[in-house]
């Protein structure tokens, strides 16, 4: 399970995600004053090992025990403001060219189809 926009502090963290039931746990910080991300699961259907941490996202290699088949789920949560943009977006296909199993990215990427959909502030 991934929870994103977490807002929470490693204090928090450390207290929190103990009590939630799950056996395995990786978090990222936000950033400034936006983001964080955790990841909680279990090994009973899966085996799941964190390959890669960064401030926006968290790759994660799993094995699907009942289907012996490896994938890499990636949580993101990518940069709201257009100038942050074009770093991550560049950086996951980056990834692309080197990730060699099936990818699912899951999360906010904080795009909009038109930008007239946007709502609130800048």
Not at 30 to 55: C, F, M, R, T, Y
Not at 96 to 121: A, M, R, T, Y
Request: include cysteine; charged fraction near 20%; aromatic fraction near 12%.
């Amino acid at each position: 399970m991934f929870v994103l926009e977490t807002m929470a502090s490693e204090s928090t963290y450390m207290q929190i995600i103990p009590q939630l039931g799950f056996h395995h746990y990786d978090f990222t910080l936000p950033v400034q004053h936006s983001g964080g991300i955790w990841v909680l699961w279990n090994n009973k259907n899966i085996l799941a090992n964190v390959l890669l941490k960064e401030d926006r996202a968290i790759d994660m290699l799993v094995f699907d025990v009942l289907i012996q088949k490896f994938i890499i789920i990636s949580g993101i949560y990518a940069p709201a403001q257009s100038c942050h943009k074009d770093a991550f977006w560049n950086h996951l296909r980056n990834l692309n060219s080197v990730i060699d199993k099936p990818w699912c990215l899951i999360g906010d990427f904080n795009e909009l189809e038109h930008p007239d959909d946007k709502q609130g502030g800048p």
